[in-house]
């Protein structure tokens, strides 16, 4: 705790100096997430959850039962959604719908969404453009690949499958009081091999990202880690 202390002191002068994009990927229930929430918060930057966009995209879908073999439909119902954060929370079509898209249904789906070209090429778009003024954090699967290949920092989180699949129960226990840990573990090896196997932007490691195994570190412990990395960034 005290070296973080001695990091935050030193962050709040380095707020106002070079502003740069942190762009972080792995695999669901790794935690990155989190890392990317309070790195935005320590720095005083924008934070962009970019899975949350492909699931209020599937939450979309999914209501107005949208053919994911339709290629038309899906353009269509596309020029349909407009997306945003209010408050740290994603929006769809002006309506905070962060409860909504957290559902085993969601889940279930997100990955065959976000696989489709024309999903793709309308998110990585809107992400894009929100990192042109830099002062970003975004995570997802593809940020330090496709989203921001030039960003200036690039973590790729990891966490053995046992720890992420209790990760994950933890989670959807609170809303899904009856699931199973293989149903979750099973999701997860679903959805794992979806992103990471897609014919458009898989899942993989940028050439030049760091690797934070955050699999028996505390939350504080990988904050410290990526604080010192975008220090020595931030500080070029």
Do not use: C
Not at 119 to 131: D, L, S, T
């Amino acid at each position: 705790m005290p070296m973080i202390r001695n990091l935050l002191r030193n962050f709040r002068s380095l707020q106002s100096m070079n502003k740069i994009v942190i762009a972080i990927d792995g695999f669901s229930s790794t935690g990155k997430s989190t890392l990317a929430r309070q790195l935005a918060e320590t720095l005083n930057y924008t934070y962009v959850d970019s899975g949350a966009m492909y699931r209020a995209i599937t939450l979309y879908f999914l209501d107005h039962t949208i053919d994911l073999a339709n290629h038309t439909a899906i353009e269509k119902a596309l020029e349909q959604i407009t997306l945003g954060f209010i408050d740290n929370k994603i929006s769809l079509n002006g309506v905070i719908v962060e409860s909504l898209i957290r559902s085993m249904a969601i889940s279930n789906l997100v990955s065959e969404v976000s696989a489709l070209k024309e999903v793709r090429k309308f998110a990585v778009a809107q992400q894009q453009a929100m990192g042109l003024q830099k002062g970003l954090v975004m995570d997802g699967r593809d940020i330090g690949t496709t989203v921001f290949p030039r960003a200036e920092l690039k973590i790729y989180v990891y966490a053995d499958e046992e720890v992420r699949t209790m990760r994950r129960f933890d989670e959807m226990k609170l809303q899904s009081p009856d699931i199973t840990m293989d149903e979750v573990a099973e999701n997860l090896k679903h959805r794992d091999h979806i992103d990471s196997t897609r014919e458009v932007s898989p899942l993989k490691k940028a050439k030049d990202a760091l690797v934070l195994d955050n699999s028996l570190l505390s939350m504080d412990e990988q904050l410290q880690m990526a604080l010192a990395w975008a220090k020595e960034r931030i500080e070029k």
